[in-house]
């Protein structure tokens, strides 16, 4: 997946034939290149950090205007790292109102907590950078997850997708043992 800033972007990644796109959060108000993604690609997901709820849903109309109908959402906050105070992961509840095809998390935070609550929360999309060295030189390395941190964040996510289970009540087999 690739994100996109600008019409110099979009056109790298036109070449390469792509079907899904991220717009990056600096790209909300970029109008002109929200209808370019929406006429070219089939799958768009749109970041939402630096932005206010009215430009994110002023987004949304633009890129429903052109019928796009797998438009995906990200609550992100851009400032790199993130806090976990800072998150304000309640967003999603007004995110899901907002009849998307699936809401998710850009977390950027040090820990693994954030993405967690979200998966509780409903988000089913998770972005999380990686590196493979933090000692390299990049405005994100020393924050990224390395390759084993990436796994592990990866596990949890699916662990925590399993303990989400079913709405229905289940006694487990362990606790039949136990009886009444």
Same mark, same amino acid.
């Given at each position: 997946?690739?994100?996109?800033?600008?019409?110099?972007?979009?056109? $790298?990644?036109?070449?390469?034939?792509?079907?899904?796109? *991220?717009?990056?959060?600096? +790209?909300?108000?970029?109008? &002109?290149?929200?209808?370019? $993604?929406?006429? @070219?690609? *089939?799958? =768009?997901? !749109?970041?939402?950090?630096?932005? +206010? !709820?009215? &430009? =994110?849903? *002023?987004?949304? +109309? =633009? !890129?429903? *205007?052109? @019928?796009? +109908?797998?438009? @995906?959402?990200?609550?992100?906050?851009?400032?790199?790292?993130?806090? &976990? =105070?800072? $998150?304000?992961? @309640?967003? !999603?509840n007004l995110y899901k109102k907002l009849n998307l095809k699936n809401i998710g998390f850009s977390d950027h935070t040090l820990s693994n907590v954030s993405s967690l609550v979200a998966l509780g929360m409903g988000a089913k999309i998770f972005e999380k950078h990686i590196t493979l060295n933090k000692k390299d030189i990049g405005p994100d390395n020393f924050y990224s997850l390395d390759p084993v941190e990436f796994k592990k964040y990866v596990d949890e996510i699916k662990l925590g997708h399993k303990s989400m289970g079913v709405n229905k009540k289940i006694i487990t087999i362990n606790e039949k043992k136990y009886g009444r």
């Open positions: 997946l690739f994100s996109i800033f600008g019409r110099y972007s979009f056109n $790298v990644i036109k070449k390469y034939k792509q079907t899904q796109i *991220k717009i990056a959060s600096s +790209e909300v108000n970029n109008y &002109e290149l929200l209808g370019l $993604v929406a006429r @070219n690609f *089939k799958k =768009i997901y !749109l970041s939402s950090g630096m932005s +206010e !709820l009215s &430009e =994110i849903i *002023k987004a949304i +109309e =633009i !890129l429903r *205007k052109f @019928n796009v +109908e797998n438009l @995906n959402l990200l609550h992100c906050v851009a400032d790199y790292p993130t806090k &976990e =105070i800072d $998150v304000n992961m @309640n967003l !999603l």
